[in-house]
């Protein structure tokens, strides 16, 4: 088993910046990938962005390019998502996940969830 913990989420005004932090612990492995997900209220959960353990090869949802990066693991165990330039649309629960594999973007291929953290961007 490996247990997330999401934290660093709030409240900020648009064009402000966030850092989302998610510490794992239990089986971690250098085979897991990790990444950030968001749902929105009334929408379907989506894909951020995504690291693998070593943190050499990202991948981001195209509405992120530019503005986020996903960053950490390895040793730490702990991955974090700076979000800069954040826009309303940008509100959402975000949830951490991990999985053991190569980072891919369908969440349901993800094994592990932490609890989430709200980010709402006010305009």
């Known amino acids: 088993q490996v247990q997330l913990v999401e934290s660093g989420g709030g409240l900020v005004q648009a064009g402000g910046s966030l850092r989302l932090s998610c510490a794992a612990s239990?089986?971690?492995?250098?085979?897991?990938?990790m990444a950030w997900f968001r749902q929105a209220p009334g929408k379907e959960r989506d894909f951020v962005a995504g690291?693998?353990?070593?943190?050499?090869?990202?991948y981001y949802a195209d509405s992120v390019k530019g503005r986020f990066t996903i960053s950490g693991l390895n040793a730490k165990n702990t991955v974090y998502l700076q979000m800069n330039s954040l826009k309303p649309e940008d509100t959402a629960v975000y949830y951490c996940?991990?999985?053991?594999?190569?980072?891919?973007?369908?969440?349901?291929?993800?094994?592990?969830w932490g609890q989430g953290t709200q980010v709402t961007v006010s305009s």
């Open positions: 239990g089986r971690t492995s250098s085979s897991n990938a």
């Open positions: 690291i693998n353990w070593s943190g050499v090869s990202t």
């Open positions: 996940a991990a999985r053991i594999g190569e980072i891919v973007n369908k969440g349901f291929l993800y094994d592990y």
